[in-house]
């Protein structure tokens, strides 16, 4: 599992940073050569984005090609609840694919 760290680490709250997304396309990209250049299958290999995820960001970085998304602040300070940020969450990052 590789982690791109999406804030500056520390605290929760913070918005997110455009720069996951160019690394989340780098990942993706060596994890596709890696199979066609040697052969080896690296889709074991998953991508984990931390930091600034919501609504308008899980989608992007679910494009960008990230696998799992680490949400904390946008749950937990949900206005209708843990359930429904989670189901928002999943909704945004589901239509992206």
């Given at each position: 599992?590789?982690?791109?760290?999406?804030?500056?680490?520390?605290?929760?709250?913070?918005?997110?940073?455009?720069?996951?997304?160019?690394?989340?396309?780098?990942?993706?990209?060596?994890?596709?050569?890696?199979?066609?250049?040697?052969?080896?299958?690296?889709?074991?290999?998953?991508?984990?984005?931390?930091?600034?995820?919501?609504?308008?960001?899980?989608?992007?970085?679910?494009?960008?090609?990230?696998?799992?998304?680490?949400?904390g602040t946008f749950l937990?300070?949900?206005?209708?609840?843990?359930?429904?940020?989670?189901?928002?969450?999943?909704?945004?990052?589901?239509?992206?694919?």
């Amino acid at each position: 599992m590789v982690d791109v760290l999406a804030v500056e680490p520390g605290f929760g709250g913070q918005s997110f940073q455009d720069s996951a997304l160019l690394k989340l396309r780098k990942l993706r990209e060596w994890r596709a050569s890696a199979r066609v250049l040697s052969g080896n299958d690296m889709s074991h290999v998953k991508f984990m984005v931390d930091g600034g995820i919501n609504t308008n960001t899980s989608s992007l970085v679910t494009e960008a090609g990230a696998d799992i998304m680490v949400a904390g602040t946008f749950l937990f300070r949900h206005p209708r609840g843990l359930s429904q940020g989670v189901k928002e969450l999943l909704d945004s990052s589901c239509s992206a694919k």
